[in-house]
Structures are given as structure tokens and as C-alpha cells.
């Protein structure tokens, strides 16, 4: 992972400790509506009552104010029809996880705010900010693996907007030009790079068993074995040249 983003923790009051049990496994995206600044000052004030466990600015300034496995007061869903927010309530939402799990939608969620207005490009981000948010999004799948053991899956139902959780509410969170398709195609062209690199790894350790095979049956003029002891030499290479492409050339040189 590239190492041009920063997190700055400033951490906000406004939050649930832990997760109620619920393991994370969505991560919903919003717009701020308004500046950098003043939405970390909101979401940190006692008197908002909310919060987002991050906020992207638009130069690519992540500041973190919830702890991943804290609960974040983003996206909430109410329980109950005839309580204070029947609008918010679970089974308006779009999304099948949220109507069937019958709770605060909170509790399994990962929240990043994005800095911008809904209404200045219908939520599309700005070049460093979208960066900045797929960045985020692969440290928070990263980090959700880590802590969890949970694999959020990469796709519409789970890398989601603000708008399909509370529909009712909040339509036009984050807009409808927010880029998740680039978003997700990043995060799935990563998962392919990840199995190529885990597929490779293996034909290498297969190429040099082979080399080192054919390399042990060899003899010189005096019909000597070439190499003696190919596990002394393995050792001593150990990690610091790749195995099999030296052993193919020894192997290619010898013959
Ligand atoms: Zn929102």
C-alpha cells in the first residue's frame, strides 16, 4: 500500500464504546456539506451528537475521529415504527443487510465523510480527495481483516453511500455522481494483483524445485556432481536472490 495519506486522530466524544457485538462489514460513504474543518469540529462536538470514524478533505487530509471498533453515530437506523425517527427506520433501507438485521445500522458500519456539497458536483470527488478515499477504504479492509478476521466483500451491497442505508432521510448523501464504481474497481484490481502475486510466488518455488532437481543429477568432466549439497547452497541463498530464477540459470549455464 502506498504511504502517501496520513491518518490524524482527533477523537470525538460522540460514540457508542464497541460495537454491541456486531462485527463491521460495510463501509458508507458521505458528503460533509461543508469545509474540512468545520465538519471534524461538528462531529466533534458534544452538542452535534454525531460522528463518521473519518473525514477526507479535499486535498487528501484524513483525520480519524472513531476508533474501527467503536460505533460511530453516522448512519444510524431506528427500530421502531412508531418511535421518534419512524423515517429512519430499517426496512426503508435499500440494502437487504440492513432491513434483515433488525438493528442500528451503526453498529456494522465503517463511516468516512468526504469534504464538498451534495449540490456543488452531485458528490463526485476531486482527484487527491477520491485518491485519499480508496487509500482509506483499502486500510479500513485491511484493518477490518485484522482485528475482525471479517473480508468485507467488494461490491455495491457493502461499499455503499449514506443514501442506501436512510433513503427517506438522506437522498442525496453523498450525490449521485460520488465515483464508487472507480472506488471499487481499485479495490477489486488489488485483489487480482494479490492472487497473481500468490500464483507467481508458487511457480517460482516450483520452477526452482525443478532447477535444483536437474541441477543435483548433473556431473562435470570429471563426473562430479555440480552442486553437492543443493540444500547448503538453498540455505545459504535463503531470501536474498529469488531462488528460482538463480537456480534456472545455473541450471541453463550448466548445460
Ligand atoms: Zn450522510
Not at 504511504?3 to 458521505?30: A, C, Q, Y
Not at 451503526?106 to 464538498?116: A, K
Not at 479500513?140 to 427517506?168: A, C, F, M, S, T
Request: with cysteine; charged share 25%.
Amino acid at each position: 500500500m502506498s504511504k502517501e495519506f496520513n491518518i490524524v486522530k482527533k477523537l470525538s466524544p460522540n460514540i457508542t464504546k464497541g460495537r454491541n457485538g456486531w462485527k463491521p462489514d460495510m463501509i458508507v460513504s458521505h458528503i460533509t456539506e461543508g469545509g474540512f474543518n468545520g465538519a471534524v469540529s461538528w462531529l466533534c462536538n458534544p452538542n452535534s451528537g454525531v460522528s463518521a470514524h473519518f473525514v477526507v478533505a479535499k486535498d487528501g487530509k484524513i483525520t480519524q475521529l472513531v476508533e474501527l471498533t467503536d460505533t460511530a453515530k453516522a448512519n444510524g437506523t431506528s427500530v421502531d415504527l412508531k418511535g421518534k425517527n419512524p423515517k429512519m427506520h430499517y426496512s426503508l433501507s435499500t440494502l437487504s443487510k440492513v432491513k434483515d438485521r433488525k438493528t442500528n445500522a451503526n453498529y456494522y458500519t465503517i463511516s468516512i465523510e468526504h469534504e464538498g456539497f451534495s449540490s456543488e458536483a452531485n458528490g463526485r470527488l476531486e482527484p487527491k480527495q477520491l485518491e485519499a478515499s480508496i487509500w482509506l477504504h483499502k486500510y479500513i479492509i485491511q484493518e477490518v481483516k485484522r482485528i475482525y478476521g471479517i473480508d468485507i466483500p467488494l461490491d455495491r451491497n457493502h461499499i455503499v453511500g449514506h443514501y442506501q442505508i436512510n433513503p427517506v432521510t438522506k437522498p442525496f448523501c453523498p450525490g449521485k455522481n460520488f465515483q464508487f464504481d472507480e472506488i471499487l474497481n481499485s479495490l477489486k484490481n488489488d485483489k487480482v494483483g494479490e492472487l497473481i502475486k500468490m500464483e507467481l510466488a508458487k511457480w517460482q518455488e516450483e520452477m526452482g524445485i525443478k532447477s535444483l532437481d536437474s541441477l543435483s543429477k548433473k556431473k562435470d568432466n570429471n563426473r562430479n556432481p555440480i552442486v553437492n549439497s543443493p540444500d547448503t547452497w538453498k540455505e545459504t541463498l535463503a531470501e536474498n536472490v529469488p531462488q528460482w530464477l538463480f537456480w534456472s540459470i545455473i541450471d541453463r549455464i550448466s548445460k
